[in-house]
Every structure is written in C-alpha cells, then in structure tokens.
C-alpha cells in the first residue's frame, strides 16, 4: 500500500537544528512532487518546502528561507528537511505528502499524506 512517514522531529531549544525525513513506499517515488507542509497549534496549515524533478527545491515561507532546506535521496526514497537555527515560532507538526508530478502550495492537492512529526522548540 502506499506510504508516507515523516520522522526526526523532536523537543529542542532554540538555535538547535533537526533533520525531518519522509520515506515514501507504495509508489514510483520520483515521479511525484513531495512537499512539507507544517500546522501550529491554533493554526492553519502552510506550505513549507516541495520538491520535484518538474520544479526542483523549493523553500515557500519567508521566515524560513535561508535556515530550511529541503533535499532528496531518491535512492532512499526519501526526502530531507534540514532545518537549523530552530525558532519557538517553528514549533509545529510536520508533515510530508506526495502529489502527482508537480509542486504546489495547496494541501488540498496532495494526494497521500503521513502521520507527522512534533517539532517543539523551547527554552
């Protein structure tokens, strides 16, 4: 069946840096455009980082541009997001989902979605 599961989140302090992966199973992995999307709490939803060989690597949110990077191991089947210089205002749920050939900002579009991972960001 088809798979997503995003891992790596974690309680840490701010400046601290994690690696969040989404391995992907059940389908042809570099045919889709993964994305990362993460929702705070008492927020909606927002686009964070996608990749595709259609679009390449692409980072959406201003605040993060510079400290995320998003990367892909297609070996693997999985797909990276560093993010450094951690910020309370990063703390979320992450989460990966695939959809068919090309990036999007839209949840809405994806098609298949993993469980999430907690990133928590305190002093």
């Known amino acids: 069946e088809v798979q997503l599961q995003a891992s790596g989140g974690g309680l840490v302090q701010p400046g601290d840096s994690l690696r969040l992966s989404c391995t992907a199973s059940g389908f042809t992995f570099d045919d889709y455009a993964i994305g990362w999307f993460r929702q705070a709490p008492g927020k909606s939803r927002e686009a964070v980082a996608c990749v595709s060989k259609n679009d390449g690597n692409n980072v959406y949110v201003d605040s993060v541009k510079g400290r995320f990077a998003i990367s892909t191991d297609n070996a693997k089947n999985t797909v990276y997001l560093q993010v450094t210089s951690l910020e309370p205002a990063d703390t979320a749920d992450y989460y990966c989902?695939?959809?068919?050939?090309?990036?999007?900002?839209?949840?809405?579009?994806?098609?298949?979605w993993g469980q999430g991972t907690q990133v928590t960001v305190s002093s």
């Open positions: 989902a695939a959809e068919s050939d090309y990036c999007s900002e839209y949840s809405e579009w994806f098609d298949y």
